[in-house]
């Protein structure tokens, strides 16, 4: 039998749902080994669902210009969360190539 895909919500999805409007953006763009300084606007992120699962939308400031971080990339959730609560934080985070694997180096740094 063919699996076909619904845009239908799962199962808990009220509980998880935000209320928060969601403004569209400029993302924060990642390029492989090209440093990112971002600062951030709240501690948490908002967590979204996709047809492909869980998301995450963290909003950051970038050269001064409000943008988001749009991510389900667990080396990038992993460094973030370690570094909370992130409001207030300049991080810098360098996307990278291992062994054909992509990862995520998460720092925090002490100016703008």
Do not use: C
């Not at 990038?76 to 969360?81: F, I, V």
């Amino acid at each position: 039998m063919e699996e076909t895909k619904t845009n239908n919500p799962s199962v808990g999805t009220w509980e998880k749902l935000s209320t928060e409007e969601t403004e569209n953006k400029p993302r924060v763009e990642f390029e492989l080994n090209k440093p990112v300084k971002v600062v951030f606007l709240a501690d948490a992120p908002q967590e979204m669902s996709g047809e492909t699962g869980a998301y995450y939308i963290f909003n950051v400031e970038e050269n001064k210009e409000a943008k988001v971080i749009m991510t389900s990339a667990w080396t990038l959730l992993k460094g973030l969360k370690r570094l909370s609560p992130l409001s207030g934080k300049v991080l810098t985070i360098t996307k990278k190539m291992d062994k054909g694997k992509q990862h995520f180096d998460v720092t925090q740094s002490t100016t703008e």
